[in-house]
């Protein structure tokens, strides 16, 4: 996961086609939009260009939709958030990351689960000098541990040291994201590009490092509810027919004896 991306790079089971994405029709409304000023900027610049460009014209609050929605269309939530829609950490990070990736700039989001609060969703962008690199296009900064900016990877490792870069008022305590779980979310969630990792009735494919802390959403949790109800039905139908055919065969007339001659 901390290797330099290629055309097409992966985490698990993920697949990010950076050549797709940047080729697909349906993101063209995110290079008309960020492209002028962004699409010669390169890494953590070319993640501060869009955000900017978001944070301008989107203020913060809760969106009407958001990536996991099976209804979201990106090019649509792009048009409703420049048009002064709010939106708050998924927002921002999913438009920034398909931003990017339809410029053909390695990044993708990463959700953080830490332990003490609720979960926040992160960009992570591969630049030529630090590497992989999260970026926080809600706080408008980035983590750093010591001098060194930090991975996904790092972040779920460390127990504390944090500081942000670039931090304003308002701001967590950048170590209660210390050790967290992280969890990347299938790309095609926020740029519906290219083929589903997961099919119905889950939402998506998710690469998770560190305290496995998964979590159900509501097609999911009634997917297993129901299989368990059709688990019990069947293990109750089939102890009903085994009884029923025991008492049928204990009532069948005994066999005539042949007539002797």
Excluded at 64 to 86: N, T
Excluded at 184 to 190: A, G, Q, S, V
Excluded at 206 to 231: E, N, S, T
Aim: with cysteine.
């Amino acid at each position: 996961m901390l290797e330099r991306p290629g055309q097409r790079f992966k985490a698990g089971p993920l697949i990010w086609d950076l050549e797709l994405l940047r080729s697909a029709p349906s993101l063209q409304a995110f290079r008309d939009t960020f492209g002028a000023e962004c699409s010669t900027l390169v890494g953590l610049e070319s993640a501060r260009c869009v955000a900017d460009i978001i944070k301008a014209k989107s203020p913060r609050g809760a969106p009407k939709i958001e990536f996991v929605d099976g209804r979201f269309d990106p090019s649509s939530a792009l048009r409703a958030h420049m048009e002064g829609a709010p939106g708050h950490c998924t927002t921002r990070s999913a438009m920034t990351a398909t931003a990017l990736l339809s410029m053909g700039v390695a990044a993708r989001i990463v959700q953080v689960l830490p332990t003490e609060m609720r979960g926040h969703n992160l960009v992570e962008v591969w630049d030529p000098v630090q590497g992989w690199l999260l970026f926080d296009p809600h706080f408008d900064s980035s983590y750093l541990l010591g001098d060194a900016f930090l991975s996904a990877v790092k972040l779920s490792q460390i127990q504390g040291g944090l500081r942000w870069r670039r931090p304003s008022e308002g701001q967590p305590d950048p170590n209660l994201f210390a050790g967290a779980t992280i969890s990347y979310p299938e790309p095609w969630l926020y740029t519906r590009v290219g083929e589903r990792c997961a099919g119905w009735p889950f939402r998506g494919c998710f690469a998770q490092l560190g305290p496995v802390q998964f979590r159900y959403g509501l097609a999911q949790r009634l997917a297993l509810l129901g299989a368990g109800v059709f688990g019990i039905s069947a293990l109750f139908w089939t102890l009903f027919l085994l009884w029923r055919s025991r008492r049928i065969r204990g009532r069948e007339p005994a066999g005539i004896a042949p007539e002797l001659t």
